[in-house]
């Protein structure tokens, strides 16, 4: 087991390989780090029809992340898949801790696009269609029917249920790599 050291020095260097990154994958994000917290802000168009969201990430080495979509603000409503404090469920925590060897830009970033694609959906539906982990005592109407399936698409770009996944590394609401093919995550600059 490797250790990962935790003194500022080296929090300070993953705040910066954090946000060197992001700015060479996500050029559209805006980011800046304040004392050991990196905040990054930015638009996500998660598909070619959907709207502009204006979200914030917020990093402290080795923490977990926290998300927001700060325009529109987007406030805790049961059934979304969120925390009561508006932040977005990702992934779940308590079976799969954040790591601290994971990035942003392969992780978080991605996790958001995918995050605010199921919104959508679940705007339009009313379920919640990607995978979700309870978060306290849920009503059974805040349940997503595909608890615990992996979210794929037929050729005409339809949802359809797939398979239960045995991985034992659950991240966040993963689409299969054929639903990646109906959706393009169009990422725009327009940032302020």
């Given at each position: 087991?490797?250790?990962?050291?935790?003194?500022?020095?080296?929090?300070?260097?993953?705040?910066?390989?954090?946000?060197?990154?992001?700015?060479?994958?996500?050029?559209?994000?805006?980011?800046?780090?304040?004392?050991?917290e990196l905040?990054?802000?930015?638009?996500?168009?998660?598909?070619?029809?959907?709207?502009?969201?204006?979200?914030?990430?917020?990093?402290?080495?080795?923490?977990?992340?926290?998300v927001?979509?700060?325009?529109?603000k987007?406030?805790?409503?049961?059934?979304?898949?969120?925390?009561?404090?508006?932040?977005?469920?990702?992934?779940?925590?308590?079976?799969?801790?954040?790591?601290?060897?994971?990035?942003?830009?392969?992780?978080?970033?991605?996790?958001?696009?995918?995050?605010?694609?199921?919104?959508?959906?679940?705007?339009?539906?009313?379920?919640?269609?990607?995978?979700?982990?309870?978060?306290?005592?849920?009503?059974?109407?805040?349940?997503?029917?595909?608890?615990g399936?992996?979210?794929?698409?037929?050729?005409?770009?339809?949802?359809?249920?797939?398979?239960?996944?045995?991985?034992?590394?659950?991240?966040?609401?993963?689409?299969?790599?054929?639903?990646?093919?109906?959706?393009?995550?169009?990422?725009?600059?327009?940032?302020?």
């Amino acid at each position: 087991m490797v250790m990962i050291p935790t003194n500022k020095a080296d929090k300070y260097r993953k705040v910066v390989t954090e946000q060197v990154l992001i700015r060479e994958k996500f050029p559209f994000l805006h980011s800046r780090i304040s004392g050991l917290e990196l905040t990054c802000r930015g638009r996500i168009r998660p598909t070619e029809r959907s709207r502009s969201y204006r979200v914030e990430i917020r990093y402290s080495p080795w923490d977990s992340p926290v998300v927001r979509v700060i325009e529109p603000k987007i406030e805790f409503t049961p059934g979304a898949h969120m925390y009561h404090d508006d932040t977005l469920c990702l992934f779940d925590w308590r079976e799969q801790p954040w790591r601290k060897n994971w990035h942003l830009h392969e992780t978080v970033i991605p996790w958001t696009a995918e995050w605010l694609v199921f919104y959508e959906l679940w705007l339009l539906t009313g379920k919640w269609l990607g995978k979700s982990a309870v978060h306290g005592q849920p009503k059974p109407e805040d349940l997503a029917p595909s608890v615990g399936a992996a979210m794929t698409f037929t050729s005409d770009g339809s949802p359809m249920e797939a398979k239960s996944s045995n991985t034992s590394l659950e991240m966040g609401s993963m689409l299969t790599l054929a639903s990646i093919r109906f959706l393009r995550f169009s990422f725009s600059s327009g940032l302020k």
